[in-house]
């Protein structure tokens, strides 16, 4: 037996090296600027100092109270390294692939310096394809960015990548340029079960220009299948959204035979969400100097849900960090109600991550070369806002980033 494995693996071993020694050979062959024309290689690194601090609530005498926690919060150092592959064989057709850190975390890339310098994880972070097959119109599958357009990030995290199928279309006609795009999208498959989780949403909108103002008007409406009584998303928590008893299991002590206080209780979300999300971006100059005011509105109209509805997120942009030695500074003032749209794949760093908080969020950013950039970023925010038995906790965030991209 021994033998045999030992044979198979040195077979296995030279197939492998004679199909690597064939695969330099045909790119070897390739002439170099051809090679160069169609594959890219590009990626980034970011180093981050982070702080955390929030109040918790406990009850003292029959009511609730904050207890401040802050004296003792959380300080760490994080790393982001991501990878990525683009390959254009045909005018009309892109297929890319990128590793980045973390874990399988849907909404962050980050990995944390812990575990005696442990090695850290490389997951697949996209893979896809991008094809125009007539002008205007683009298809792209497999697992890929947000495909439709964005006025702020706060309730699709920038690390989310989708999976699944989107077709959109776009044009110019003069100074506007309407689009309009739909996204099948796999959330959670279910072994011997047809009631999967799936996402599905539609946008349309257009961008505006008038010389040097640019104006984006977008309307998303998005839908989850099979979502209400499914159970948590990603890392067994509902991340703001109410969550409710779908079955209670009693468990047999077996020693005594007892079953008194003894059920398993299992959970799932409480509601379907059936969301809108209208959104705007306005573009323009002050003398030289760019401005921006964006904001996002969501609204879950899903008919079960009578209250904790709605969100909002409004900012403000100053300048641009383009070039060596320009900056930029923002602010933001958002509230997410607690079922406002699934928690799952909102901002993770506002009020902690998913839905049920509000609050500022401040930035700054500074292009110091044209590869390399600083940034810090700083929110106030409040947990729980509207919990009827206890007041406004704090939540405090520090980000601290050194920027630098190939």
């Known amino acids: 037996m021994g033998k045999t494995l030992a044979l198979n693996e040195s077979f296995s071993f030279k197939k492998l090296l004679i199909a690597v020694l064939a695969l330099l ?33 406990y009850q003292a005498g029959g009511s609730w109270t904050t207890g401040d926690s802050l004296g003792t919060p959380r300080y760490r150092n994080r790393v982001r390294a991501r990878l990525g592959i683009v390959a254009k064989p045909e005018d009309d057709l892109e297929i890319g692939l990128r590793l980045a850190t973390g874990s399988d975390d849907p909404v962050s890339t980050n990995q944390t310096f812990d575990k005696a310098f442990s090695t850290k994880g490389i997951q697949l972070d996209r893979a896809y394809f991008k094809w125009k097959p007539v002008e205007g119109l683009w298809i792209e599958g497999g697992k890929y960015g947000l495909p439709w357009h964005l006025a702020s990030k706060a309730f699709w995290d920038g690390d989310l990548a989708v999976e699944g199928l989107s077709l959109g279309w776009g044009s110019s006609f003069d100074a506007i340029s309407p689009f309009v795009n739909i996204n099948y999208l796999w959330v959670d498959e279910i072994k011997k079960d047809p009631k999967d989780v799936m996402l599905y949403l539609g946008q349309g909108g257009a961008n505006f220009q008038f010389g040097s103002t640019k104006l984006l008007v977008a309307a998303n409406y998005f839908t989850y299948t099979n979502l209400k009584h499914h159970g948590a998303l990603h890392g067994g928590s509902y991340f703001g959204n109410t969550k409710t008893a779908t079955d209670s299991l009693a468990v047999v002590d077996p020693v005594s035979g007892d079953t008194t206080g003894w059920n398993y209780t299992s959970y799932g979300y409480a509601y379907g969400y059936d969301v809108i999300q209208p959104s705007f971006k306005l573009s323009l100059k002050l003398g030289k100097f760019p401005v921006s005011i964006y904001g996002d509105l969501v609204y879950n109209i899903n008919s079960e849900v009578k209250e904790q509805n709605m969100g909002y997120m409004f900012g403000l942009k100053l300048g641009k960090a383009k070039t ?41 950013k500074l292009q110091i070369t044209k590869k390399l950039q600083t940034g810090l970023v700083f929110f106030m925010n409040g947990l729980d806002p509207n919990n009827p038995d206890h007041g406004l906790a704090k939540y405090y965030r520090l980000q601290a980033d050194l920027k630098m991209k190939f």
């Open 25 to 57: 050979a045909i790119v070897g062959s390739v002439n170099a600027s051809s090679w160069t024309e169609k594959i890219s290689l590009k990626g980034d690194l970011r180093y981050r100092f982070e702080y955390c601090g929030k109040e918790h609530w």
């Open 324 to 364: 060596p030695g320009s900056f930029e500074l923002s602010a933001d003032y958002g509230a997410l109600a607690e079922d406002c749209t699934n928690a799952t794949f909102v901002d993770s760093d506002f009020a902690g991550g998913g839905t049920d908080g509000n609050g500022l969020k401040f930035g700054g």
